[in-house]
């Protein structure tokens, strides 16, 4: 490994001594003498020493938890964000259920003591998953928590850019809807002449490769209800667990 690191400053070295060994050949000529070989090899030649320097001092190559590059880890990311739409399809109890790579987000509590509700959803963006599980009390409140997956798109790992899902409770009803749209931006670098002869490729940022796979994050909403509590449910989409 650290000869493969090493190999573009030899690759420097052996060129720069092939150039001035071939120089002293040249230099001979009339007409190279004319072009003053010394100042245009030279001149080159510090371009090619900066430009190697540059490259190695960019941090490009620095390993950091926000890039996904290995298809593995796409695909069970992927895999991951299927079993959490499974799981919540199946009508499986998500707080007892551990699926693996499932995140969630931190519960709230919402004080609700009348015996009838009504869930609503804005899905104008996409299916909103809701999950309702009874409990064994009536203890006048509704717990509610979301559970998603991670988001990868051109192999950054934008999972803590995604917002959760909005909700409010008004009289007796509960809405849920998507959260305000956000925009990032992705910047894309080429490498200069002077670097890429010694990296090789395009392009300096090789995770942005559009062959690269996105994983979209799945989400799901766990509702922790009253007894004997009335769902009513509009939509008739609402999920109860088994």
Known sequence: MMFF????????????????????????MVIFQRMN???????????????AIVYFMLPFHAKTKDIVMDPKEINQ???????????????KDLANEHL???????????????????????????????LIKKK??????????????RSVISSIDLT???EA???????????????ESSSITISKFAKEFPVAQFSGGDNMISFMDDSIDNVHSERAIYLE?????EIIDPSESIIYVN
């Open 5 to 28: 690191s090493l190999f573009p400053i030899i690759l420097l070295l052996l060129f720069i001594f092939g150039i001035f060994r071939l120089n002293k050949g040249l230099s001979h």
């Open 136 to 149: 064994e009390t009536n203890d006048s409140t509704i717990e509610v928590t979301e559970y998603y997956t």
């Open 37 to 51: 070989v010394k100042w245009i090899v030279g001149t080159y030649l510090i371009l090619l020493v900066a430009g």
């Open 160 to 162: 803590d850019k995604e």
């Open 225 to 229: 209800v009253p007894k004997d509590l």
């Open 165 to 179: 899902y909005q909700f409010k409770l008004v009289e007796n009803q509960l809405v849920f809807d998507y959260p």
């Open 77 to 91: 990311l992927q895999e991951q964000s299927g079993a959490l739409i499974n799981a919540v399809l199946d009508g």
């Open 100 to 130: 693996r790579g499932v995140l969630k987000r931190e519960k709230d509590i919402l004080t609700y003591d009348k015996k009838e509700l009504t869930i609503t959803k804005n899905e104008e963006y996409g299916s909103i998953f809701v």
